[in-house]
């Protein structure tokens, strides 16, 4: 049984123009996607600027409100208010933003804006409160005196592991972390990814991992799902997506990482060119005749292509 699953969700906002302010057309933010985080796992949730990658994660903790679909928690379907309510939902499932700058109120001291989340779930004393936060400012290797201070006395990685301690104060199952490093140096980058994978191990917490960036999750997820127009165009484990790309948006994605080995760059150029003519040349093999991603189709036990069915049937004979 998975943690979490995300059944045909749909996020649709509604464009109003007009005198009337009537609705007149909609942006299909999330359209029909589906996929299941396992207890204790990374899951990436890839894409572009604009794909839906954000909407799909305030969906899922309840932020945005779903069009059509379910999300079904511990066998509970919980895409109602209510039934969230019910079962503790909000304090299983947490969310990490990259813009610690704007998550982390500018006005409130580090103690009350960590303690917050408990205090919507648990009565503590002021003394069991103090020590708990305490206690997980130390988790994520932050000294115990930064509990007086106010967010912009801290540099952004810092930010970043106190919107962690902030998001595992109630015990989560899940996190969902929305860009958590992309506004960070490299070298910052990695710390952060460090601490979120020994947080994962030490509290068994399943994390969905948001990114625009392949290269920043390549070690952190071991399935992923690559978003496009809001729609998923490739879901697999790490070597399908890695090693045996099918999409050309996903490859279009690999080949956008940032090399580090200056010896290989021209090639790599080549390369990228190579990949983007393939990809102007050829809309309607990636595409439907309105611009819209292809369903998924299943092309081995874990990975998922959205192609045409004569697309894939020609992979499957080549293959076989
Ligand atoms: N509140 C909103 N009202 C209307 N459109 C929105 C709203 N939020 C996001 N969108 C649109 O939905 C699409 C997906 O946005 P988003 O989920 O933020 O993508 P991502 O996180 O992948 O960059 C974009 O076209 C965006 O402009
Ligand atoms: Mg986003």
Redesign the pocket.
Known sequence: MSLIEIKDLN?H???RSGFFNRITDY????DGINFNIEEGETYGLI????????????AIVGL?KVTSGQIIYNNQDITDRRTRKKMHYNKDVQMIFQDSMSSLNPRKRIEDIIAEPMRNFESLTDTEERDRVKELLDIVGMPSDSIYKYPHEFSGGQRQRIGVARAVATHPKLIIA??PVSALDLSVQAQVLNFMKKIQKEFDISYLF?S?DLGVVKHMCRNLAI?HR?RLVEVGTREDIYNNPQHIYTKRLLAAIPKVNPSGREADKAHRRAVEKEYQEHQEKWYDKDGKVFPLQQISDTHYVALPPDEIAQMKTEVG
Do not use: F
């Open positions: 996020v906002y509604p464009i942006v299909y933010a999330v894409g572009e600027s604009g794909s839906g990658k954000s909407t799909t994660g305030k945005e929305d860009e948001i625009h978003m809001g």
